[in-house]
């Protein structure tokens, strides 16, 4: 059991927009900055948002996250099939460690 | 740009000591947090804890009894220790980079990790 709540899966044609949610609490998201990671089949996570909805150099505008009391969302724009993946998102916990959402798996149909 | 690299024996026999190395290349260890997280087949991520370059550390508290996580500056590594290990510890392990505690910027490629006699 994730201390964070994301839906398992979500799907969406190519060139649209998919909303990935990621509910927390007062604890971990309420009072500390989200995190968003991609990981594409086979491979390692990948940083694709820091402190609610900064990019690191190199992740493409498609990719947005914000944040909201004890809920935080990312925001998937013009889908592409590579953006087939599964999707976490973290935050610090104020039990002093780090927690994940249980994942969710992007399906671009 | 930064690499790790994780290595250790792939299969570990219950009850003993896991033991993993991330080797840092195209970086420092300085000026930056690095945590261990571990990813069971199939299943989500669990954070494991982190060491700031200073030598602080941080555990889960779930496994903190069994955790021992240090750097070696002068070979650019970060040592994971894992005790008593049982079945529900099989995982792949991976080493991040991070600007803060709160954050993994950079991951490793994993290392996959088996539990059996």
């Known amino acids: 059991q994730s201390v964070l709540t994301q839906p398992p899966s979500v799907s969406a044609a190519p060139g649209q927009k998919v909303t990935i949610s990621c509910s927390g609490s007062?604890?971990?998201?309420?009072?500390?900055?989200v995190s968003w990671y991609q990981q594409l089949p086979k491979t390692a996570p990948k940083l694709l948002i820091y402190e609610n909805n900064k990019r690191p150099s190199g992740i493409p505008d498609r990719f947005s996250g914000s944040k909201s009391g004890t809920s935080a969302t990312l925001d998937i724009t013009g889908l592409q099939t590579g953006d087939e993946a599964d999707y976490y998102c973290?935050?610090?916990?104020?039990?002093?460690?780090?927690?994940f959402g249980g994942g969710t798996k992007l399906t671009v149909l | 740009q930064v690499q790790l690299q994780e290595s250790g024996p792939g299969l570990v026999k219950p009850s003993e000591t896991l033991s993993l190395t991330c080797t840092v290349s195209g970086g420092s260890i300085k000026n930056y947090y690095w945590s261990w997280i571990r990813q069971p087949p199939g299943k989500g991520l669990e954070w494991i804890g982190y060491i700031s370059y200073t030598g602080g550390t941080n555990y889960n508290p779930s496994l903190k009894s069994r955790v021992t996580i240090s750097v070696d500056t002068s070979k650019n590594q970060v040592s994971l220790n894992l005790s008593s290990v049982t079945a529900a510890d099989a995982a792949v392990y991976y080493c991040?980079?991070?600007?803060?505690?709160?954050?993994?910027?950079?991951w490793g490629q994993g290392t996959l990790v088996t539990v059996s006699s």
């Open positions: 007062g604890s971990n998201i309420g009072n500390n900055f």
């Open positions: 973290g935050a610090w916990d104020s039990s002093l460690r780090g927690v």
């Open positions: 991040a980079e991070g600007l803060d505690h709160r954050r993994f910027d950079f």
